[in-house]
């Protein structure tokens, strides 16, 4: 296998000082060096990430190097995109770290004021293609106009811009997962192929029976019943040889909670991915496990939750990923233990170790944060062909991908799996899936 060139742009080790006396700091608004600030970290066709700037008292501290705030992971065509012309007043694509108070003002609950400090601006260049590691930079620099008696910046800012190289592996499923498509591999226009997967359901005995969970047909009372719990659902992944490498099926059916018509928190259904087991063929061993279950509101989500399963971590799960997904729009899930980090950091969470590679996940070897896989998912009712994307260094063997296909296929089936059970559908008019 392949991997595409992507290229892990990270901002860190970052601190914020005032120099001088402290009035500098109190005409922005910050007392006593004792209230956080927020930075905004842009770059022109990604979405804009926010995180909280620690204030530092003391000249001598140097915030930690190995702290990680915000990444941006782009491939070829992003490169291209920044790397190109920008209109007359923009001619330049820039990473820019814009800093504000953190201090919040409303009146009668509404508008928000706040203060810019400054801005920290760094332009693209060639050195960003060149696919090597580099520390674009690295220290203290000065940002907005106030200045002190000594004619320096009053406020600093401390950052780390970092580029690494991270190679991806792209798969696609070709097809909708219930039509037990091939997965094939992209590279640029090549589709090699790689895996199929094979879907399945217990008591199937007709073509389309999926479509009755939602039809509204009272045609026999094992439809009925199927109408009111989703189970059976199996995927296997074969390799091009036609062996089964890895697998996920329902283990908790996905059934409507007590006073309500949907999968709820209270009662999500379940997943098991499983991977074939080397000391006893024919059987399987638990790998991950994935809850699913539907959030309502003014539009509805699916919520996602991946445990990996490890005899070496106290009670034998370890939360990697919880996702919201648009349920009529459909996104993206995903694996980034740099993004579970700092969720949990800021929900006074454990911190989320970082596996080696998909096989060896139970190993937990030290935190070092990062991309792991995403999988891109349709809306229900549409056709989905998820797109999955694997960090290179976390797959060693073809059978590690297959997992994360497994993993795919139960998020892809979950926003079946999670749509509402009374469904007024015309007869003639229902949706294969």
């Not at 996905?254 to 991915?273: E, M, Q, R, Y």
């Not at 061993?285 to 490890?310: M, N």
């Not at 296929?409 to 079946?416: C, G, K, N, T």
Request: hydrophobic letters at 35%; proline letters at 6%.
């Amino acid at each position: 296998m392949d991997p595409q060139a992507f290229i892990r742009l990270s901002i860190g080790s970052l601190g914020l000082r005032f120099t001088g006396v402290g009035l500098n700091a109190e005409r922005y608004g910050i007392h006593g060096l004792s209230l956080p600030c927020v930075c905004e970290i842009r770059l022109r066709g990604f979405p804009v990430q926010t995180t909280s700037i620690p204030l530092i008292s003391s000249a001598e501290v140097i915030p930690d190097m190995q702290n990680v705030a915000s990444s941006f992971y782009l491939e070829e065509s992003d490169l291209k995109a920044l790397l190109a012309p920008g209109c007359f007043y923009n001619p330049h694509a820039c990473l820019e770290i814009a800093v504000f108070t953190g201090r919040k003002e409303s009146h009668c609950g509404v508008g928000i004021k706040r203060q810019q400090i400054g801005i920290f601006k760094m332009q693209v260049g060639p050195e960003w293609g060149e696919g090597k590691p580099v520390i674009l930079f690295n220290g203290w620099i000065g940002i907005g106009k106030i200045k002190h008696e000594t004619g320096k910046p009053g406020a600093e800012l401390h950052v780390r811009v970092k580029l690494d190289p991270d190679p991806r592996y792209v798969f696609q499923f070709e097809d909708i997962t219930t039509l037990s498509p091939q997965i094939v591999q992209l590279r640029g226009s090549i589709k090699q192929p790689i895996f199929s997967c094979k879907f399945d359901k217990d008591r199937v005995s007709q073509i389309d029976q999926l479509s009755n969970y939602w039809s509204g047909s009272t045609e026999s009372s094992d439809l009925e019943t199927e109408r009111r719990e989703r189970k059976g659902w199996k995927v296997k992944i074969h390799d091009l040889s036609g062996s089964a490498v890895a697998a996920a099926f329902i283990t908790t059916p996905f059934v409507p909670s007590t006073g309500c018509d949907w999968v709820a928190k209270s009662n999500p259904g379940a997943w098991l991915i499983v991977r074939p087991d080397a000391c006893r063929p024919e059987s399987w061993q638990p790998w991950g496990k994935l809850e699913a279950w539907r959030e309502r509101g003014l539009r509805d989500s699916i919520c996602y939750r991946f445990r990996l399963l490890s005899e070496a971590q106290e009670g034998g799960e370890l939360l990697m990923s919880e996702i919201l997904i648009n349920a009529e729009k459909g996104g993206e899930f995903y694996i980034d233990t740099e993004k579970q980090m700092r969720s949990m950091a800021a929900n006074n969470a454990s911190p989320v170790p970082s596996p080696q590679s998909s096989g060896d996940f139970g190993a937990l070897s030290p935190i070092v944060g990062g991309f792991v896989m995403s999988c891109r998912v349709q809306g229900e009712g549409k056709r989905s062909k998820p797109l999955v994307q694997l960090a290179m260094r976390h797959v060693t063997c073809v059978e590690d991908a297959a997992m994360f296909m497994a993993l795919a296929a139960a998020v892809d089936l979950s926003i079946e799996a999670c749509r509402p059970f009374r469904r007024n559908v015309k007869r003639g008019s229902r949706q294969s899936l």
